[in-house]
């Protein structure tokens, strides 16, 4: 346990705010040394009882005391062997061996460094997805809630972030959840592609063992086989050379990278929002937006994903060059730098995942902003409409069109150069020419009857392809999340 001393000194060191500041437990916890050389010590474990199986001279005493020490790890006298050796690995062989003297000759029995190594990241990796996936989900369906509730309310659409089509809140959310579906369904997948490198010896030929067991081919591949599924993996990969292809790595980390850009869109979308102050995410009571001014609502949990979420984008590019340059069977240019991107792009989705949900549970929406927004807006892009009801009353298109064209700009002119709001309809009520139509002007100004098929589309999109996609989370939704900071 730390004591005040250690406290202080820690305090005197960097500590990577990924962890010490936003990161839940149990992520940090999957990227920790005492989960790593735990694990290490379990596929030791898993690889004598396998050899044992298949006929080595290992005797059960071995295996139980190796088995009552898996988690009795003296991280000091590690550290000292590993200044000593300059080896990690042969310092918790050595480590392990000290308090399993009985078990000694056979740890690490016919293995190299990344037996234990590689192996151990593929678990971390896999169980770093199942981290994920249901904080992914549970985003997911809190949008989708939201997204349901808020089908058919109208609001102003955007393109090129100019006025365009009306679409509805909930419409609009679908586009996030879609993407977010996207990402659901590519997180699964790389997790399911992970495979596990297995027991392959130094370059990968499983030498080695064939050595151990005689030239016994079969027990060679068994042996494999028992060990991956030890660890609970389906496959191992069938060649290696001393790692696991780097490019699993790029799998994983684009995945991820993938992710962010998602969720770095969405919290863009809602910063936007803010600013028009139609939707807002979650203000606490005693929030300050600002030190200097007391007013401000800043967007700053969006902020914070957006911000993190660079961070997750650029990661991609450390196993991309890893890969190119891995020569041959290996190098070791990869282990510094694997140590970093790895554990920090699961760490960041982490965070920007649960921030995400804090921000999806605490959504406020202003109807009325909205509204009065549509009204700015709305007089012309409903001028076609009123064209053809004029047509329809007997009028000529042509000399609608112009009458249109010429009121139109006048209340154009009125909105940008003196500030007001928009009058078109004002006038059109004026001119004479539109009287047959002036009973209908309410109805063709429904701002319903711009929104197309978005609530038909949200209904649908919701049942057939998220609300399935979040069955295999049943039960794992959760309540809501608190921000700490």
């Given amino acids: 346990m730390a004591n005040a ?9 960097y500590r990577s705010p990924l962890v010490s500041r936003y990161a839940s437990a149990e992520m940090g916890f999957n990227f920790s040394e005492r989960k790593k050389f735990g694990t290490w010590r379990r596929l030791w474990l898993y690889l004598a009882q396998a050899e044992k199986s298949l006929g080595l001279p290992i005797t059960d005493e071995q ?9 009795n790890i003296d991280f000091q006298m590690a550290a000292e062997e590993e200044k000593k050796l300059r080896h990690d690995v042969m310092a918790h062989v050595h480590t392990f061996a000290h308090c399993c003297p009985k078990a000694a000759a056979i740890i690490h029995l016919g293995a190299t ?16 997805f199942n981290l994920l ?31 365009a089509q009306l679409t509805t809140v909930g419409k609009r959310c679908c586009l996030w959840i879609q993407d977010l579906c996207m990402d659901l369904h590519n997180l699964e997948r790389a997790r399911d592609d992970l495979r596990f490198r297995g027991v392959k010896g130094t370059t990968g030929t499983q030498a080695s063992f064939l050595q151990l ?6 027990k060679v591949e068994e042996l494999d086989r028992l060990v991956t599924a030890k660890a609970g993996f389906k496959r191992a990969f069938m060649v290696t050379g001393q790692t696991y292809s780097r490019k699993v790595d790029i ?13 770095h869109k969405i919290c863009t979308d809602i910063r936007l929002l803010a600013n028009l102050k139609e939707i807002e995410e979650p203000f606490e009571k005693e929030q300050i937006g600002s030190s200097a001014m007391p007013y401000k609502r800043n967007p700053m949990r969006s902020e914070r994903c957006c911000s993190l979420a660079r961070h997750l984008m650029t990661l991609v590019l450390d196993p991309l060059q890893t890969a190119s340059v891995q020569w041959f069977e290996r190098t070791l240019d990869d282990s510094a730098n694997r140590r970093v991107c790895l554990a920090e792009a699961f760490l960041t989705a982490d965070i920007i995942l649960s921030t995400l949900q804090n921000i999806s549970e605490g959504l406020v929406v202003y109807p009325k902003v909205i509204e009065r927004r549509i009204r700015q807006e709305l007089p ?8 053809m009801a004029m047509v329809k009353a007997g009028g000529n298109r042509q000399d609608c069109h112009e009458k249109i064209r010429v009121l139109s700009q006048q209340a154009a002119a009125v909105v940008k150069q003196e500030g007001g709001d928009n009058d078109f309809i004002a006038r059109v009520r004026a001119d004479p020419y539109f009287t047959p139509i002036h009973k209908q002007l309410e109805s063709l100004l429904d701002p319903s009857s711009f929104t197309g098929r978005a609530p038909q589309q949200v209904a649908k999109f ?11 989370y049943q039960g794992k939704m959760g309540g809501k999340i608190e921000l700490a900071l």
């Fill in 5 to 13: 001393g250690s406290d202080e000194d820690a305090l005197a060191r």
């Fill in 63 to 71: 295996i139980k005391e190796m088995e009552a020490n898996l988690d």
């Fill in 113 to 128: 460094s990344c037996y234990v190594g590689d192996n151990t990241d593929l678990i971390v990796l896999r169980d770093g």
């Fill in 133 to 163: 996936l249901p904080k992914l989900a549970r985003v997911i369906h809190r949008l989708a809630d939201f997204a349901e509730k808020y089908a058919d309310m109208p609001t102003l659409g955007f393109t090129h972030y100019q006025p």
């Fill in 213 to 218: 067991f005689e030239g016994d081919h079969s």
């Fill in 251 to 263: 799998e994983v980390l684009s995945v991820l990278a993938s992710l962010g850009a998602s969720i």
């Fill in 380 to 387: 012309f892009m409903a001028t076609e409409n009123i064209i």
């Fill in 462 to 472: 919701l049942k057939e392809e998220v609300r399935p996609a979040l069955v295999p």
